[in-house]
């Protein structure tokens, strides 16, 4: 940060003309993180100010100090970590297995025609049919426990990574099919030097996509009902009016969405060269 | 590239090198590519009857070690016959063979350059270079990579071995992809206009630089290109193709008394060849009116 700083400051005592582009680029992002942070600062502080003149009731509008003072409390109870758990759990089996399935799936559809004619009316059902829908179906099926909500966090999150898997393949360039069958390349040579890299970028963006649908998936399955998690614990404090409690809860649901996105996008970046 | 390369890729090529000049008789006319009757029709729409005459009953012969280059107004279907000889698109009558074996599906034998360098941009230069040979199977990955260093020298991109495709130039991608196609140690190098979408400056380059490839690895070469300058420069033989439906209608050969350096793009004998190309072109008839085009039989 402080570099980034020192690097601009030269920057802008240098002639505009002579600028090199990448301290062209670190005053850019000092650019971008001070305005940023004015923003937010003067949200929060007009937020509190708005809750200090009591026009609204702290439970309808808690101030920012007592979602702080509520997450403080939050992270006092010992069950917290048990609650954490619960809901890293669901995310965690539900991404995973969304992932593993869209993958291959996503890849045989993309790859073998027939296997598109055959699953993509499936596909396009479920996508279409809201799938928090099935949730009910999901806890007669498979109970109440975690089964349930690891299912519900899996079938919102495998769509968008099945159907960029798929797309990806189905949009290969011709020119590098081409090339490869011009070198007499095998099918499965072809699949695995030419579709397989070439989907890559294709399946990062379907993963940070399924990144956010798995986060409403775990608040959704503790919502209708859960023993520990921190969707559940919103709900019961949503239910006595503990306004700011919720208001932890979402910080917490917030953080963890944009943690994960920005370290799915780190890794997009790294693949960015991959779509020429 | 007047740096001596070593010799150890050259030596290693199926095909003898010309020792000297490159426009010399070769191998005592030994046919190499020979196209009997030649027609290729292929579907333009969806209606059966809707189906287009791209090549129609051509004799055409490629020698060993020789480069053809391949002129013609736009769609006239030079493209196709090329596409056909890699084995991309199948003849609808006549005989297509290479040395004696008909063409009947794309092969290591002949390595196609397209216009558009298609390097796969995952992988490295090196990575890029060897991947037709892993394709094939013909080598091991350690000879493998061995082979594309010394043709990755061969091109001057030794200081690019590692290098990915997004941060080479155009001009340094079409070399890469040289030099793919010429690791599988093709007996024919199919050239489908390559140089057209780099600039001028970097076009007389790798033009001097295939030249000099060719003479030092003897491969045997089509070049398809609409830039009658071009095919005078690089061509012994310049075969000018008709407008749809295509066939040969002037066949020269460029015999140029100097070694092709850039500068004898000045002199007189290479403007009368480009003269008679273009005048070829023009008119639409040439020295090998559709008369005295008998059918030969291939060798």
Same mark, same amino acid.
């Given at each position: 940060?402080?570099?980034?700083?020192?690097?601009?400051?030269?920057?802008?005592?240098?002639?505009?003309?002579?600028?090199?582009?990448?301290?062209?680029?670190?005053?850019?992002?000092?650019?971008?993180?001070?305005?940023?942070?004015?923003?937010?600062?003067?949200?929060?502080?007009?937020?509190?100010?708005?809750?200090?003149?009591?026009?609204?009731?702290?439970?309808?509008?808690?101030?920012?100090?007592?979602?702080?003072?509520?997450?403080?409390?939050?992270?006092?109870? $010992?069950?917290?970590?048990?609650?954490?758990?619960?809901?890293?759990?669901?995310?965690?089996?539900?991404?995973?297995?969304?992932?593993?399935?869209?993958?291959?799936?996503?890849?045989?559809?993309?790859?073998?025609?027939?296997?598109?004619?055959?699953?993509? $009316?499936?596909?396009?059902?479920?996508?279409?049919?809201?799938?928090?829908?099935?949730?009910?179906?999901?806890?007669?099926?498979?109970?109440?426990?975690?089964?349930?909500?690891?299912?519900?966090?899996?079938?919102?999150?495998?769509?968008?990574?099945?159907?960029?898997?798929?797309?990806?393949?189905?949009?290969?360039? $011709?020119?590098?099919?081409?090339?490869?069958?011009?070198?007499?390349?095998?099918?499965?040579?072809?699949?695995?030097?030419?579709?397989? $890299?070439?989907?890559?970028?294709?399946?990062?963006?379907?993963?940070?996509?399924?990144?956010?649908?798995?986060?409403?998936?775990?608040?959704?399955?503790?919502?209708?009902?859960?023993?520990?998690?921190?969707?559940?614990?919103?709900?019961?404090?949503?239910?006595?009016?503990?306004?700011?409690?919720?208001?932890?809860?979402?910080?917490?649901?917030?953080?963890?969405?944009?943690?994960?996105?920005?370290?799915?996008?780190?890794?997009?970046?790294?693949?960015?060269?991959?779509?020429? | 590239?007047?740096?001596?390369?070593?010799?150890?890729?050259? *030596?290693?090529?199926?095909?003898?090198?010309?020792?000297?000049?490159?426009?010399?008789?070769?191998?005592?006319?030994?046919?190499?590519?020979?196209?009997?009757?030649?027609?290729?029709?292929?579907?333009?729409?969806?209606?059966?009857?809707?189906?287009?005459?791209?090549?129609?009953?051509?004799?055409?012969?490629?020698?060993?070690?020789?480069?053809?280059?391949?002129?013609?107004?736009?769609?006239?279907?030079?493209? /196709?016959?090329?596409?056909?000889?890699?084995?991309?698109?199948?003849?609808?009558?006549?005989?297509?063979?290479?040395?004696?074996?008909?063409? /009947?599906?794309?092969?290591?034998?002949?390595?196609?350059?397209?216009?558009?360098?298609?390097?796969?941009?995952?992988?490295?230069?090196?990575?890029?270079?060897?991947?037709?040979?892993?394709?094939?199977?013909?080598?091991?990955?350690?000879?493998?990579?061995?082979? *594309?260093?010394?043709?990755?020298?061969?091109?001057?991109?030794?200081?690019?071995?590692?290098?990915?495709?997004?941060?080479?130039?155009?001009?340094?991608?079409?070399?890469?992809?040289?030099?793919?196609?010429?690791?599988?140690?093709?007996?024919?190098?199919?050239?489908?206009?390559?140089?057209?979408?780099?600039?001028?400056?970097?076009?007389?380059?790798?033009?001097?630089?295939?030249?000099?490839?060719?003479?030092?690895?003897?491969?045997?070469?089509?070049?398809?290109?609409?830039?009658?300058?071009?095919?005078?420069?690089?061509?012994?033989?310049?075969?000018?193709?008709?407008?749809?439906?295509?066939?040969?209608?002037?066949?020269?050969?460029?015999?140029?008394?100097?070694?092709?350096?850039?500068?004898?793009?000045?002199? *007189? *004998?290479?403007?009368?060849?480009?003269?008679?190309?273009?005048?070829?072109?023009? /008119?639409?008839?040439?020295?090998?009116?559709?008369?005295?085009?008998?059918?030969?039989?291939?060798?």
């Amino acid at each position: 940060m402080s570099s980034a700083t020192v690097a601009a400051d030269t920057e802008s005592r240098a002639p505009k003309r002579t600028s090199r582009p990448q301290a062209q680029r670190a005053d850019r992002r000092t650019e971008k993180m001070i305005y940023g942070s004015i923003s937010v600062i003067v949200l929060l502080a007009m937020w509190e100010l708005l809750t200090a003149l009591k026009i609204e009731p702290s439970i309808l509008l808690p101030s920012p100090l007592e979602v702080v003072r509520a997450l403080g409390d939050m992270f006092a109870s $010992p069950t917290i970590w048990l609650d954490l758990g619960a809901s890293g759990g669901e995310l965690l089996y539900g991404f995973l297995l969304a992932a593993v399935v869209g993958i291959v799936v996503g890849l045989a559809i993309g790859w073998y025609r027939r296997v598109g004619y055959v699953l993509d $009316p499936f596909v396009n059902f479920l996508y279409a049919v809201p799938r928090i829908a099935l949730f009910p179906l999901l806890i007669i099926w498979l109970g109440i426990g975690l089964t349930s909500k690891i299912a519900l966090v899996f079938l919102v999150a495998v769509f968008p990574v099945l159907i960029s898997t798929s797309s990806g393949i189905r949009s290969l360039d $011709p020119q590098y099919l081409r090339t490869a069958i011009c070198f007499g390349a095998s099918d499965l040579q072809i699949f695995r030097t030419v579709a397989l $890299p070439g989907s890559i970028p294709f399946i990062l963006s379907g993963i940070r996509l399924a990144v956010g649908q798995c986060l409403i998936g775990v608040f959704v399955a503790e919502l209708l009902g859960a023993q520990h998690g921190i969707g559940m614990l919103m709900t019961t404090a949503g239910d006595q009016f503990q306004t700011a409690t919720v208001f932890a809860g979402l910080l917490i649901f917030a953080v963890a969405g944009v943690l994960l996105t920005a370290l799915v996008r780190r890794v997009e970046r790294h693949f960015d060269a991959w779509r020429l | 590239m007047t740096r001596e390369r070593p010799t150890t890729f050259a *030596a290693s090529i199926t095909v003898e090198p010309h020792a000297n000049s490159a426009h010399q008789e070769f191998e005592a006319d030994v046919e190499h590519l020979c196209a009997d009757g030649v027609s290729i029709t292929y579907r333009s729409g969806t209606r059966l009857e809707s189906t287009v005459l791209a090549i129609d009953t051509m004799d055409f012969r490629v020698h060993r070690g020789e480069l053809v280059c391949i002129v013609g107004p736009s769609g006239c279907g030079k493209t /196709t016959f090329l596409n056909a000889v890699a084995g991309f698109l199948p003849i609808t009558g006549g005989r297509l063979e290479l040395e004696g074996k008909p063409i /009947t599906g794309p092969g290591p034998d002949r390595a196609m350059v397209f216009q558009n360098p298609s390097l796969l941009p995952w992988r490295s230069a090196l990575r890029n270079v060897t991947y037709g040979l892993e394709m094939s199977g013909l080598m091991r990955r350690k000879p493998a990579e061995k082979r *594309a260093r010394e043709l990755l020298e061969m091109v001057g991109l030794d200081d690019f071995i590692e290098a990915y495709p997004n941060k080479l130039s155009g001009g340094m991608q079409q070399r890469v992809n040289l030099a793919r196609a010429l690791a599988v140690e093709p007996e024919l190098l199919l050239l489908d206009e390559p140089f057209a979408s780099v600039d001028a400056q970097t076009r007389e380059t790798l033009q001097a630089e295939l030249l000099r490839i060719c003479k030092q690895t003897g491969v045997t070469a089509l070049f398809v290109t609409h830039d009658i300058t071009e095919a005078v420069y690089l061509g012994d033989r310049v075969c000018v193709f008709s407008s749809r439906p295509g066939r040969v209608i002037c066949d020269i050969k460029v015999e140029l008394s100097t070694s092709r350096d850039p500068r004898s793009r000045r002199s *007189a *004998a290479f403007i009368a060849y480009i003269d008679e190309v273009a005048e070829a072109l023009v /008119t639409g008839s040439g020295n090998r009116g559709r008369d005295d085009n008998e059918p030969r039989e291939c060798r």
